[in-house]
């Protein structure tokens, strides 16, 4: 299985809003992907398989050293299969070729090995507060 990996790929907003629902596990919505990564992302990459997208992750960021990954995503019959990792390796190479110094990520509990192990990340200290 070839899977390509694009900075600032090129995609569809109908292409995400599937990806994310199926992802996340909500009906697809209508968002308009392609305006939200321009006006507030440093980048995203596209995973594609023979021209379909099968994994994104919106890297979001504070304008200076500072990027944040935002709705990692894969097709759920590709999990598993290091798709994931690729996604955030190449986020992580994009936001330092544009002077990012830190690429930051929450997440839920059941996916600490991926990010820690699989991906590279450490822990640290973070709040939140649901809004």
């Known amino acids: 299985m070839t899977i390509m990996y694009e900075w600032r790929g090129d995609f569809e907003s109908t292409d995400v809003n599937i990806l994310h629902a199926e992802a996340f596990g909500h009906p697809v919505l209508d968002v308009d992907w ?12 596209c995973a594609r398989r023979s021209g379909e997208l099968v994994g994104f992750v919106n890297v979001a960021w504070d304008g200076g050293v500072h990027a ?18 690729g996604l955030v390796a ?9 002077g990012c110094a830190w690429l930051h990520v929450d997440f839920e509990e059941e996916l600490a090995g991926f990010y820690f192990d699989a991906c590279g990340f450490r822990a ?8």
């Open 34 to 45: 392609l305006t939200r990564v321009r006006r507030h992302s440093v980048g995203w990459v």
């Open 68 to 85: 944040f990954l935002l709705d990692t995503m894969v097709g759920a019959g590709l999990r598993h299969a290091g798709i994931g990792a």
């Open 90 to 98: 190449e986020a992580a190479r994009g936001a330092r070729a544009e």
């Open 124 to 131: 640290t200290s973070a709040g939140l507060i649901a809004l």
